[in-house]
């Protein structure tokens, strides 16, 4: 077991860097929530919480020091640097916007733990059919504003390049850029198990990588990030593209739009699955197939089965018949889903109220308690006899004088 602050430094450090959408939120919510029984069993999460490792992110990567983000992501991974290494068990930093690190500043990284640390890098990664839709979802939830085929065109166009998408679901080349000072059996990537496996599977693997027991953590305490239906994700798009200038991102975008409507409301609706025409499974298919080649050839360790990342062209699941992330979402459907939408707006708007009278109701008795004792004093203070009444207090120095006295 490791034990905080004997010097003798970390025996492993895990440098989570990605991918986005790999169900990285549910290992990290699983880990933080029970960061006590991951301590007990030598592991180490430097920080106070999962927003630590992002703000570290974005210091890392020279991104701290923007307005928009809070002054103490302000030498954040310093910070956790420095505590991982006063620990003297395994360590692990997580957090998946690390995968869009440039190559010098995976390198820093790295090597901030010295040449005596033990470094491994862990990549979860999955296949592309289903990253290709949750990717365009994603920026979507992020004020974008593009089209699912103008997106997949785009891919297409660029493909090769330093673009976000390549530099964060190109697995091999993320894992090129992160462990490139590093021997290949420190190199970990984890695959994320094909759609009807559940999320147990993924987690057994994370944990026996990270030496953690995973049958002594509680994972229905965590869940991932819901995917949206077609109709919610079109809707939310167009909200994107009437706003104007309203609610930028970054800003409140995130906690009016992203965090109230996309994640509180519209996630709870039943809508149509995300599906890829069978050209775009298609053009999704090799480009896995690409990648997973790839990974075969750096020869990293791989915590599952590289087969995992190249599903079959065909989707086994579909219905023939059900429209795709090609077709248009029908005026009828989005209207069906906007008065959903705003129904479960005006509910959210009831909670909060609700919420807010209730604190301001404790606020007032919190309030009227202070004025009944302030009263109470007053009057004990009015019928203690004169010569019995305590001095007011006038600081330390007046005290120690009145004692001399």
Do not use: C
Not at 84 to 92: E, F
Not at 203 to 226: H, I, K, M, V, Y
């Amino acid at each position: 077991m490791g034990t905080q602050g004997q010097g003798s430094g970390p025996a492993r450090v895990f440098l989570h860097v990605g991918s986005p959408k790999t169900g990285t939120t549910f290992l990290q919510n699983v880990l933080w929530s029970q960061h006590d029984t991951a301590r007990e069993q030598g592991l180490l999460l430097p920080g106070s919480s999962t927003a630590d490792h992002y703000l570290a992110n974005l210091d890392l990567r020279g991104l701290s020091a923007q307005e928009h983000h809070p002054d103490r992501a302000v030498g954040m991974w310093r910070r956790l640097v420095d505590e991982a290494l006063a620990w003297d068990g395994d360590v692990l930093i997580t957090h998946e916007l690390f995968a869009g690190a440039t190559a010098d500043h995976a390198a820093a990284a790295v090597a901030a733990f010295g040449p005596e640390t033990e470094v491994h890098l862990v990549v979860t990664a999955r296949d592309l059919v289903r990253q290709v839709p949750a990717e365009w979802q994603e920026r979507i939830k992020h004020r974008r504003t593009a089209t699912f085929p103008e997106f997949v065109d785009d891919l297409v166009a660029r493909t090769g390049e330093a673009t976000w998408f390549w530099e964060v679901h190109d697995y091999a080349a993320l894992v090129r850029r992160w462990g490139s000072t590093l021997p290949p059996e420190r190199v970990h990537v984890v695959t994320v198990p094909g759609s009807g496996a559940g999320s147990s599977l993924l987690w057994e693997r994370f944990a026996g990588l990270l030496g953690l027991d995973p049958a002594s953590f509680d994972l229905t305490r965590s869940r991932a990030n819901r995917s949206l239906g077609a109709e919610q994700v079109e809707l939310l798009r167009r909200v994107n593209a009437a706003l104007g200038d309203a609610l930028p991102h970054p800003g409140p975008y995130s906690v009016d739009v992203k965090t109230m409507l996309a994640q509180r409301v519209l996630v709870e609706h039943p809508g149509t699955r995300l599906r890829l025409s069978p050209e775009d499974r298609a053009l999704a298919v090799q480009w896995s197939r690409d990648v997973a080649r790839e990974l075969e050839r750096l020869g990293v360790d791989v915590v599952g089965d590289l087969a995992e990342l190249v599903p079959p062209e065909g989707d086994p699941e579909a219905d023939p018949t059900a429209p795709t992330l090609r077709d248009e979402v029908s005026d009828e459907r989005l209207l069906a889903e906007s008065v959903a939408a705003l129904v479960g707006v005006l509910d959210e708007h009831r909670e909060r109220r609700a919420e807010r009278d209730n604190a301001r109701r404790q606020l007032q008795k919190v309030r009227a308690e202070l004025a009944q004792a302030r009263r109470a004093l007053a009057e004990a203070q009015a019928q203690q006899p004169e010569s019995e009444a305590a001095p007011p207090a006038r600081g330390l120095a007046g005290r120690l004088r009145r004692t001399r006295e």
